[in-house]
């Protein structure tokens, strides 16, 4: 509230003058003041649209009592002044419109609401992408850029379910469905594959998004073009009978062909007690569209696991199709040799899977020959030999000897590419009979780690033609360096 009785402009000797233009800023200033009461003092309204961001005005806000005190000081003429009266001027109050709450400085909550309310047909606040769908399989013109896959995978759901295929059984993972393609091969589909509502899912539909499984059961189906062959694993490129390309969420067929990416990988592993060979290769169908192509074949059984294109997460799933096979149901092709399975070989002293070091320790067995037909043989040859692999030489390296009695006897423990075996160490073997021979094998630094299968064969020799095979048996070592 203003004095009653404020001092004179002289003063009154208690401190120094005030001139007019204080003595107006004091009692505008006392006034605003008596105006400000408890109910005045609320917080700030919320805001109800949505927040903009606009470009900062700069201004210097001033009270309306102080602005009109100040305009007052300014039109001040000489003599006494108006505000000089010994009647208080009345308090300052506003009567303009409130000024607008403040607004706030955060960041809007994800959850907000998501138009404005106030405008209609308010533009989001928060956008949530989309999600991502698979592309269709669409050829693409030559010289055409493919659009990036969007595929996604799902989760993985279920338990792993048994298939069999010509005798031959393996798991399916979890979330994987097998489809029938034809007679003598089906598709593991992953999770990811796109839906197909007909089920028609030829071989071509099966890459990249599954894995192929193929048993044949006959000469005539590994002939006449059949795919894929040993003829394809053991091949430079493989891929002289692939149609498409298959990238993941977009395949097409190339119009300029294939072409490989470095020389191709070849391994043998040991898959259903059996060695398995594979080939891996990486092929470019255009620059920039650059897939995996895996194959795995089991000669003896005709049996090929097929991933071309196939997602690097998939690749546990994969193997586990692989280490479930199980091929002791299926029937393989018959051989064209008509004496094929006539002698039975077995080994002992050697097991799959058994580790074999490379630091010249002697690895000692037997392999028994029995004649289980009813054709007596006057001369049977005996090979045994250890198949190259990927980790050793083109030829390996080791030594074997047979024990002939006391003594021991250097043979060759490769097989020759050229001319016929030895036939050193034959023997006669008589329907119903057997015969039991003992070697010992030692390896050498050269030969690196890796699966090596050791064959043994009962060769019959003719005086002319190829050797025909009585029986043979494969048992694949995992060599280890020291």
């Known amino acids: 509230m203003t004095d009653r009785l404020p001092r004179r402009i002289g003063g009154d000797g208690d401190g120094p003058a005030e001139t007019p233009t204080e003595r ?19 917080p700030a309204a919320p805001p109800k649209s949505r927040i903009r961001r606009l470009r900062p005005v700069y201004a210097v806000t001033v009270p309306l009592g102080l602005a009109a005190a100040m305009a007052i000081g300014v039109l001040t003429f000489h003599g006494e002044p108006v505000a000089q009266k010994e009647v208080p001027p009345p308090a300052a109050t506003l009567t303009g419109s409130p000024s607008p709450a403040p607004e706030p400085t955060g960041t809007p909550s994800p959850t907000a609401t998501p138009t404005d309310p106030g ?40 338990a792993a379910s048994s298939y069999t295929l010509r005798g031959v059984r393996f798991r399916v993972p979890a979330g994987w469905r097998a489809v029938p393609v034809a007679a003598d091969r089906v598709c593991v589909l992953s999770p990811g594959a796109p839906a197909d509502p007909q089920q028609n899912w030829s071989q071509s539909k099966c890459e990249p998004y599954g894995v192929l499984v193929v048993a044949y059961n006959s000469a005539e189906e590994t002939e006449g073009g059949a795919w894929p062959t040993m003829a394809d694993l053991g091949s430079e ?13 977009r395949p097409y067929t190339p119009a300029g062909g294939y072409s490989s990416v470095g020389a191709p990988v070849l391994t043998k592993d040991i898959v ?38 196939l997602k690097a997460e998939y690749q546990p799933a994969l193997v586990s199709i692989l280490d479930t096979l199980d091929v002791s149901g ?38 028994t020959f029995r ?22 030489q083109p030829a390996v390296r080791g030594t074997l000897e ?26 006669a073997l008589p329907a119903g009979q057997s015969v039991t021979l003992k070697y010992r094998m030692k390896l050498t630094k050269e030969d690196g780690a890796g699966v090596m299968p050791v064959v043994a064969e009962a060769l019959l020799i003719p005086a002319e033609g190829v050797p025909d095979v009585l029986g043979e048996r494969s048992v694949p070592l995992r060599v280890t360096a020291k």
């Not at 192509?293 to 294109?309: E, I, P, R, T």
């Not at 003594?407 to 590419?417: F, H, I, S």
Request: net charge negative; aromatic share 6%; with cysteine.
């Open 24 to 42: 107006l800023l004091r009692e505008a200033m006392t006034a605003r003041a008596s105006g400000v009461t408890a109910t005045s003092l609320r």
């Open 371 to 392: 004649n289980t037909g009813r054709t007596d043989y006057a001369q049977v040859t005996p090979v045994v030999v250890a198949e190259s692999y990927a980790g050793g």
């Open 119 to 158: 405008t209609p047909g308010g533009e989001p606040v928060t956008e949530v992408p989309p999600a991502e769908v698979p592309l269709a399989e669409v050829p693409l013109a030559e010289g055409s850029s493919p659009p990036a896959p969007r595929t996604t995978s799902p989760p993985v759901t279920g």
């Open 272 to 309: 259903a007690g059996k060695t398995i060979d594979k080939t891996q290769w990486q092929v470019t169908c255009r620059p920039g569209d650059t897939f995996t192509a895996q194959m795995w074949g089991l000669k003896s059984d005709q049996v090929y696991v097929v991933a071309n294109g």
């Open 237 to 249: 490129s493989g891929w002289g009978h692939q149609p498409n390309c298959p990238v993941w969420g």
């Open 402 to 427: 047979r024990q002939d009695g006391t003594a021991w006897t250097p043979v060759d423990l490769n097989r020759r590419a050229v001319g016929k075996p030895d036939v050193e160490g034959s023997f």
């Open 330 to 367: 299926h029937q393989p092709p018959a051989s064209a040799q008509t004496n094929a399975n006539a002698v039975t070989v077995t080994v002992d002293g050697l097991v799959t899977g058994q580790q074999v070091p490379n630091d010249g320790t002697p690895t000692t067995f037997s392999v």
